[in-house]
Protein backbone atom coordinates (compact mmCIF):
# COMPACT_ATOMS: atom_id res chain seq x y z
CA UNK A 1 0.00 0.00 0.00
CA UNK A 2 0.75 3.68 -0.78
CA UNK A 3 2.10 6.04 1.84
CA UNK A 4 -0.57 8.51 3.13
CA UNK A 5 1.34 11.45 1.19
CA UNK A 6 2.39 9.42 -2.15
CA UNK A 7 1.68 11.75 -4.98
CA UNK A 8 1.75 15.24 -3.02
CA UNK A 9 4.92 17.44 -3.96
CA UNK A 10 6.51 19.95 -1.70
CA UNK A 11 8.71 22.78 -2.61
CA UNK A 12 10.84 23.28 0.39
CA UNK A 13 12.82 27.04 0.45
CA UNK A 14 13.52 26.01 4.66
CA UNK A 15 16.77 26.24 6.06
CA UNK A 16 18.29 24.73 9.26
CA UNK A 17 15.79 22.99 11.69
CA UNK A 18 12.21 24.05 12.13
CA UNK A 19 11.35 23.97 8.47
CA UNK A 20 13.44 21.05 6.83
CA UNK A 21 12.54 18.74 10.25
CA UNK A 22 8.89 19.68 9.04
CA UNK A 23 9.24 18.11 5.26
CA UNK A 24 11.05 15.60 6.85
CA UNK A 25 8.27 14.44 8.30
CA UNK A 26 6.46 14.76 4.99
CA UNK A 27 9.01 12.83 2.73
CA UNK A 28 8.59 10.14 5.51
CA UNK A 29 5.20 9.76 4.65
CA UNK A 30 5.54 9.36 0.98
CA UNK A 31 5.57 13.22 -0.52
CA UNK A 32 7.96 14.35 -3.17
CA UNK A 33 10.16 17.13 -1.24
CA UNK A 34 11.93 19.61 -3.99
CA UNK A 35 14.55 21.22 -1.83
CA UNK A 36 15.14 24.63 -3.12
CA UNK A 37 18.48 26.02 -2.12
CA UNK A 38 20.89 29.03 -3.07
CA UNK A 39 23.52 27.81 -5.80
CA UNK A 40 26.67 27.30 -4.53
CA UNK A 41 25.48 27.94 -0.71
CA UNK A 42 22.82 25.56 -0.20
CA UNK A 43 20.83 25.53 3.15
CA UNK A 44 23.02 27.16 6.34
CA UNK A 45 22.84 23.89 8.00
CA UNK A 46 24.89 22.26 5.28
CA UNK A 47 28.44 23.36 7.03
CA UNK A 48 26.66 23.01 10.54
CA UNK A 49 26.86 19.88 13.00
CA UNK A 50 30.05 18.74 14.90
CA UNK A 51 32.34 17.00 12.12
CA UNK A 52 34.29 19.76 10.13
CA UNK A 53 34.73 17.40 7.16
CA UNK A 54 31.37 17.12 6.56
CA UNK A 55 30.75 20.66 6.63
CA UNK A 56 33.53 21.26 4.84
CA UNK A 57 31.81 19.08 1.98
CA UNK A 58 28.47 20.65 2.18
CA UNK A 59 26.66 17.63 4.29
CA UNK A 60 26.93 18.38 7.60
CA UNK A 61 25.89 16.36 10.46
CA UNK A 62 22.94 18.89 11.20
CA UNK A 63 22.04 19.05 7.70
CA UNK A 64 21.81 15.20 7.09
CA UNK A 65 19.64 15.21 10.62
CA UNK A 66 16.77 16.39 8.57
CA UNK A 67 16.91 16.05 4.90
CA UNK A 68 17.46 12.50 3.69
CA UNK A 69 14.79 11.49 0.85
CA UNK A 70 14.75 15.28 -0.44
CA UNK A 71 15.80 16.26 -3.33
CA UNK A 72 17.82 19.12 -4.29
CA UNK A 73 17.65 21.70 -6.71
CA UNK A 74 19.65 25.43 -6.82
CA UNK A 75 17.55 28.32 -7.75
CA UNK A 76 17.90 31.84 -7.01
CA UNK A 77 14.88 33.59 -6.42
CA UNK A 78 16.52 36.91 -6.52
CA UNK A 79 16.64 36.45 -10.39
CA UNK A 80 13.81 37.15 -12.99
CA UNK A 81 14.49 33.81 -14.70
CA UNK A 82 14.87 32.25 -11.17
CA UNK A 83 11.49 33.32 -10.05
CA UNK A 84 9.92 32.10 -13.32
CA UNK A 85 11.10 29.01 -13.03
CA UNK A 86 9.96 29.03 -9.40
CA UNK A 87 6.08 30.05 -10.15
CA UNK A 88 6.01 26.88 -13.01
CA UNK A 89 7.42 24.80 -10.59
CA UNK A 90 4.39 25.98 -8.22
CA UNK A 91 1.86 25.56 -10.61
CA UNK A 92 2.92 21.21 -10.26
CA UNK A 93 3.27 21.82 -6.22
CA UNK A 94 0.86 21.14 -3.68
CA UNK A 95 2.55 22.61 -1.05
CA UNK A 96 5.35 25.05 -0.20
CA UNK A 97 7.23 25.67 3.00
CA UNK A 98 9.27 28.38 3.79
CA UNK A 99 10.86 30.03 6.86
CA UNK A 100 11.90 33.68 5.99
CA UNK A 101 11.61 36.23 7.92
CA UNK A 102 8.09 37.70 7.27
CA UNK A 103 7.31 39.66 4.29
CA UNK A 104 10.67 38.33 2.14
CA UNK A 105 8.48 36.19 0.42
CA UNK A 106 6.19 39.36 0.03
CA UNK A 107 9.13 41.38 -1.53
CA UNK A 108 10.25 38.82 -4.01
CA UNK A 109 6.54 38.79 -5.48
CA UNK A 110 6.03 34.82 -4.62
CA UNK A 111 3.81 35.21 -1.14
CA UNK A 112 1.20 33.43 -0.73
CA UNK A 113 -1.54 35.82 -2.49
CA UNK A 114 0.87 35.99 -5.77
CA UNK A 115 1.03 32.18 -6.10
CA UNK A 116 -2.46 31.59 -4.88
CA UNK A 117 -3.07 33.01 -8.57
CA UNK A 118 -0.89 30.22 -10.40
CA UNK A 119 -2.47 27.23 -7.87
CA UNK A 120 -5.66 28.57 -6.43
CA UNK A 121 -5.93 25.01 -3.89
CA UNK A 122 -1.62 25.85 -3.27
CA UNK A 123 -1.03 24.55 0.69
CA UNK A 124 1.29 27.96 1.55
CA UNK A 125 2.95 27.02 5.42
CA UNK A 126 5.11 29.88 6.64
CA UNK A 127 7.06 29.39 9.81
CA UNK A 128 8.85 31.60 11.69
CA UNK A 129 9.79 33.11 15.31
CA UNK A 130 6.66 34.80 16.21
CA UNK A 131 4.16 34.64 13.19
CA UNK A 132 3.67 36.97 10.45
CA UNK A 133 1.82 39.49 12.17
CA UNK A 134 2.05 40.88 15.76
CA UNK A 135 4.28 43.32 17.60
CA UNK A 136 7.39 40.98 17.11
CA UNK A 137 6.94 39.31 13.80
CA UNK A 138 9.97 41.26 12.23
CA UNK A 139 12.45 39.77 15.30
CA UNK A 140 15.01 37.58 14.01
CA UNK A 141 14.74 34.08 16.31
CA UNK A 142 16.29 31.29 16.90
CA UNK A 143 15.44 28.18 19.45
CA UNK A 144 17.00 29.61 22.30
CA UNK A 145 15.22 33.03 21.99
CA UNK A 146 12.07 31.18 22.04
CA UNK A 147 12.90 29.02 24.89
CA UNK A 148 13.24 31.94 26.57
CA UNK A 149 10.45 34.08 25.68
CA UNK A 150 8.16 30.88 26.04
CA UNK A 151 8.84 30.62 29.78
CA UNK A 152 9.88 27.26 29.15
CA UNK A 153 13.79 28.26 30.62
CA UNK A 154 11.87 29.69 33.72
CA UNK A 155 10.70 25.94 34.79
CA UNK A 156 13.61 24.08 33.57
CA UNK A 157 16.55 23.47 36.27
CA UNK A 158 15.94 23.85 39.66
CA UNK A 159 16.14 26.64 42.03
CA UNK A 160 19.93 27.33 42.37
CA UNK A 161 20.73 25.66 37.91
CA UNK A 162 17.03 27.85 36.70
CA UNK A 163 16.38 29.11 34.02
CA UNK A 164 18.38 26.43 32.32
CA UNK A 165 18.18 26.04 28.20
CA UNK A 166 16.35 22.66 27.72
CA UNK A 167 18.79 20.17 26.31
CA UNK A 168 18.04 19.92 23.09
CA UNK A 169 15.87 22.47 20.37
CA UNK A 170 12.78 21.97 21.20
CA UNK A 171 10.84 25.43 20.14
CA UNK A 172 12.46 24.26 16.61
CA UNK A 173 11.18 20.52 16.54
CA UNK A 174 7.55 21.57 18.26
CA UNK A 175 7.39 23.99 15.84
CA UNK A 176 8.56 21.31 12.84
CA UNK A 177 6.09 19.06 13.91
CA UNK A 178 3.47 21.89 14.14
CA UNK A 179 3.78 22.65 10.38
CA UNK A 180 3.83 19.17 9.83
CA UNK A 181 0.43 18.64 11.38
CA UNK A 182 -1.30 21.67 10.00
CA UNK A 183 0.25 20.69 6.34
CA UNK A 184 -1.68 17.21 6.35
CA UNK A 185 -4.18 18.61 8.14
CA UNK A 186 -4.87 21.56 4.63
CA UNK A 187 -4.45 18.83 2.39
CA UNK A 188 -7.46 16.66 3.90
CA UNK A 189 -9.32 19.22 3.63
CA UNK A 190 -8.23 20.39 0.26
CA UNK A 191 -9.63 16.98 -0.71
CA UNK A 192 -12.86 17.28 0.35
CA UNK A 193 -13.36 21.38 -0.39
CA UNK A 194 -10.60 21.76 -2.86
CA UNK A 195 -9.85 24.77 -1.15
CA UNK A 196 -6.36 25.48 -0.07
CA UNK A 197 -4.96 27.43 2.65
CA UNK A 198 -2.15 29.72 4.23
CA UNK A 199 -0.91 28.90 7.48
CA UNK A 200 1.25 30.90 10.05
CA UNK A 201 3.07 28.78 12.48
CA UNK A 202 4.65 30.66 15.45
CA UNK A 203 7.60 28.94 17.16
CA UNK A 204 6.57 30.81 20.10
CA UNK A 205 2.81 29.46 19.33
CA UNK A 206 4.03 26.37 19.37
CA UNK A 207 5.75 26.29 22.17
CA UNK A 208 2.94 27.53 24.18
CA UNK A 209 0.76 24.95 22.79
CA UNK A 210 2.83 21.91 23.42
CA UNK A 211 2.90 23.59 27.16
CA UNK A 212 -0.61 24.04 27.71
CA UNK A 213 -1.35 21.49 29.90
CA UNK A 214 0.60 21.81 33.22
CA UNK A 215 2.35 24.75 33.31
CA UNK A 216 0.19 26.97 31.59
CA UNK A 217 -2.92 25.67 32.84
CA UNK A 218 -1.87 25.37 36.48
CA UNK A 219 -1.15 29.29 36.19
CA UNK A 220 -4.43 30.39 34.27
CA UNK A 221 -6.79 28.34 35.36
CA UNK A 222 -5.45 27.64 39.42
CA UNK A 223 -3.56 30.72 39.65
CA UNK A 224 -0.58 28.68 40.58
CA UNK A 225 3.03 30.30 38.86
CA UNK A 226 5.31 27.52 38.11
CA UNK A 227 8.76 27.55 39.56
CA UNK A 228 11.70 25.38 38.39
CA UNK A 229 12.09 21.77 40.19
CA UNK A 230 14.33 20.32 38.76
CA UNK A 231 13.81 16.58 38.23
CA UNK A 232 10.80 16.26 40.53
CA UNK A 233 7.45 15.69 39.00
CA UNK A 234 5.39 18.61 40.23
CA UNK A 235 2.33 16.53 40.02
CA UNK A 236 2.79 13.60 41.79
CA UNK A 237 5.43 12.49 45.25
CA UNK A 238 7.03 10.46 45.18
CA UNK A 239 8.02 10.98 41.31
CA UNK A 240 10.91 12.14 39.87
CA UNK A 241 14.60 11.34 40.26
CA UNK A 242 15.87 9.05 42.88
CA UNK A 243 19.95 7.84 44.16
CA UNK A 244 20.15 4.35 44.22
CA UNK A 245 22.72 2.04 45.75
CA UNK A 246 24.43 2.46 42.53
CA UNK A 247 23.00 4.82 40.11
CA UNK A 248 20.09 6.94 39.48
CA UNK A 249 16.63 6.02 38.55
CA UNK A 250 13.29 7.95 37.43
CA UNK A 251 10.07 6.55 39.26
CA UNK A 252 6.56 7.69 38.93
CA UNK A 253 3.29 7.59 41.43
CA UNK A 254 0.53 8.85 39.95
CA UNK A 255 -1.91 6.86 41.14
CA UNK A 256 -2.77 5.81 44.95
CA UNK A 257 -2.37 1.84 43.87
CA UNK A 258 1.30 2.53 42.78
CA UNK A 259 2.55 4.20 46.14
CA UNK A 260 1.69 1.38 47.52
CA UNK A 261 3.28 -1.18 45.79
CA UNK A 262 6.47 1.19 45.87
CA UNK A 263 6.13 1.43 49.79
CA UNK A 264 5.93 -2.63 49.21
CA UNK A 265 8.77 -3.05 47.18
CA UNK A 266 11.18 -1.23 49.36
CA UNK A 267 10.02 -2.93 51.89
CA UNK A 268 8.15 0.43 54.14
CA UNK A 269 5.04 -0.86 53.89
CA UNK A 270 4.48 1.78 56.96
CA UNK A 271 4.50 4.53 54.66
CA UNK A 272 1.08 3.49 53.40
CA UNK A 273 -0.53 4.80 56.11
CA UNK A 274 1.83 6.99 57.94
CA UNK A 275 -0.68 10.27 58.52
CA UNK A 276 2.02 12.60 56.89
CA UNK A 277 2.24 10.83 53.32
CA UNK A 278 -1.46 8.97 53.04
CA UNK A 279 -2.99 11.15 51.17
CA UNK A 280 -1.98 12.26 47.81
CA UNK A 281 -1.94 15.82 48.41
CA UNK A 282 -0.06 15.80 51.56
CA UNK A 283 2.54 13.77 50.09
CA UNK A 284 2.92 16.65 47.22
CA UNK A 285 3.62 18.86 49.72
CA UNK A 286 5.90 17.50 51.91
CA UNK A 287 7.39 16.31 48.99
CA UNK A 288 10.98 16.98 50.28
CA UNK A 289 10.04 15.32 53.24
CA UNK A 290 9.45 11.91 51.86
CA UNK A 291 11.78 11.46 49.38
CA UNK A 292 14.85 11.14 51.29
CA UNK A 293 13.12 8.54 53.53
CA UNK A 294 12.75 6.49 49.58
CA UNK A 295 16.12 7.15 48.62
CA UNK A 296 17.82 5.50 51.79
CA UNK A 297 16.04 2.19 51.05
CA UNK A 298 16.69 2.55 47.84
CA UNK A 299 20.63 2.30 49.07
CA UNK A 300 19.84 -1.51 49.07
CA UNK A 301 20.20 -1.82 45.49
CA UNK A 302 21.39 -0.92 42.21
CA UNK A 303 18.77 1.36 40.21
CA UNK A 304 19.16 -1.49 37.66
CA UNK A 305 17.82 -4.30 40.35
CA UNK A 306 15.40 -1.74 41.39
CA UNK A 307 14.03 -0.72 37.78
CA UNK A 308 13.50 -4.78 37.87
CA UNK A 309 11.81 -4.78 40.57
CA UNK A 310 9.10 -1.67 40.40
CA UNK A 311 8.38 -3.11 36.63
CA UNK A 312 7.41 -6.29 38.39
CA UNK A 313 5.50 -4.75 41.05
CA UNK A 314 3.70 -1.88 38.13
CA UNK A 315 5.53 0.65 39.65
CA UNK A 316 6.54 3.02 36.36
CA UNK A 317 10.41 3.36 36.50
CA UNK A 318 13.37 3.52 34.43
CA UNK A 319 17.06 4.43 34.05
CA UNK A 320 18.60 7.62 32.61
CA UNK A 321 20.55 6.88 29.75
CA UNK A 322 22.70 8.71 27.71
CA UNK A 323 22.44 9.26 23.45
CA UNK A 324 25.07 6.84 22.57
CA UNK A 325 23.17 4.15 25.19
CA UNK A 326 19.23 4.97 23.50
CA UNK A 327 19.95 4.77 19.71
CA UNK A 328 21.49 1.37 20.36
CA UNK A 329 18.57 -0.11 22.62
CA UNK A 330 16.81 -3.14 21.59
CA UNK A 331 13.83 -1.35 21.86
CA UNK A 332 14.80 1.46 18.97
CA UNK A 333 16.67 -1.58 17.05
CA UNK A 334 13.18 -3.57 16.91
CA UNK A 335 11.54 -0.41 16.43
CA UNK A 336 13.51 0.18 13.26
CA UNK A 337 13.91 4.07 14.79
CA UNK A 338 17.39 4.78 12.93
CA UNK A 339 17.29 4.27 9.50
CA UNK A 340 21.09 3.73 7.82
CA UNK A 341 22.91 4.65 4.50
CA UNK A 342 26.10 2.73 3.20
CA UNK A 343 28.76 4.50 1.98
CA UNK A 344 27.68 7.52 1.41
CA UNK A 345 28.50 9.60 -1.68
CA UNK A 346 30.48 12.99 -1.42
CA UNK A 347 30.66 11.78 2.45
CA UNK A 348 32.54 8.32 1.94
CA UNK A 349 30.94 6.81 4.71
CA UNK A 350 27.78 5.66 6.40
CA UNK A 351 25.00 7.80 7.09
CA UNK A 352 22.35 7.44 9.62
CA UNK A 353 19.19 9.44 10.18
CA UNK A 354 16.11 8.74 12.68
CA UNK A 355 12.87 7.89 10.92
CA UNK A 356 9.41 9.39 11.81
CA UNK A 357 7.74 8.74 15.55
CA UNK A 358 5.10 6.12 14.83
CA UNK A 359 4.39 3.28 12.55
CA UNK A 360 1.62 2.33 10.38
CA UNK A 361 0.26 -1.22 9.87
CA UNK A 362 -0.18 -0.70 6.18
CA UNK A 363 3.65 -0.19 6.40
CA UNK A 364 7.02 1.46 7.71
CA UNK A 365 6.91 5.53 6.73
CA UNK A 366 10.42 5.69 5.42
CA UNK A 367 12.73 7.47 3.21
CA UNK A 368 14.51 5.72 0.23
CA UNK A 369 17.54 8.01 -0.69
CA UNK A 370 20.29 9.99 1.43
CA UNK A 371 20.33 13.72 2.28
CA UNK A 372 21.13 15.09 -1.07
CA UNK A 373 24.37 16.57 -2.51
CA UNK A 374 23.94 20.34 -3.17
CA UNK A 375 21.91 21.04 -6.31
CA UNK A 376 22.19 16.99 -7.76
CA UNK A 377 18.35 17.02 -9.00
CA UNK A 378 18.81 20.38 -10.64
CA UNK A 379 18.29 19.00 -14.04
CA UNK A 380 15.99 16.03 -13.67
CA UNK A 381 13.64 18.63 -11.89
CA UNK A 382 13.68 21.51 -14.62
CA UNK A 383 13.39 18.94 -17.36
CA UNK A 384 10.37 17.86 -15.89
CA UNK A 385 9.01 21.39 -16.71
CA UNK A 386 9.95 20.85 -20.11
CA UNK A 387 13.53 22.73 -19.85
CA UNK A 388 15.86 20.84 -22.45
CA UNK A 389 20.15 20.58 -21.60
CA UNK A 390 20.96 23.82 -23.65
CA UNK A 391 17.98 25.75 -21.26
CA UNK A 392 19.85 24.37 -18.22
CA UNK A 393 23.42 25.37 -19.54
CA UNK A 394 22.37 28.63 -20.04
CA UNK A 395 20.59 28.93 -16.82
CA UNK A 396 23.85 27.51 -14.67
CA UNK A 397 26.30 29.98 -17.06
CA UNK A 398 24.12 33.29 -15.87
CA UNK A 399 24.11 31.44 -11.99
CA UNK A 400 20.15 31.00 -11.67
CA UNK A 401 20.64 27.60 -11.04
Known sequence: MSLPLD????????????????????????????????????????????????????????FCANNAGKKSLTLNLKQARGKAIFKQLVATADVVLENFRPGVMHKLGLGYEALKEIKPDLVYCAVSGFGQQGPLSQRPSYDQIIQGFSGLMSVTGDEKSAPLRA???????????????????????????????????????????????WSISNYLNAGKVPVPMGNENVTASPSGTFKTGDGL????????????????????????????????????ARRYELKPIVEQALQAKSALE??????????????????PQIVNHPQVEYRKMIKRFKNVAHVGRDISVPRIGFSLASGQPDVATPPPVLGQDTDAVLAGIGLNADDIAELKQLGVV
Open 249 to 284: LNVVNNEQSQYHKLCDVIGMPELKTDPRFADRNDRI
Open 306 to 323: WEILFDEAGVPAGPILSI
Open 167 to 213: GFVVCDTMAAMTAAFAICAALFRREKSGYGEMIDVSMLDSSLGTMAS
Open 7 to 62: GVRVLDLTNVIAGPLASYQLVMLGAEVIKIEVPGIGDLARKMGTDPKMGAVQMGAS
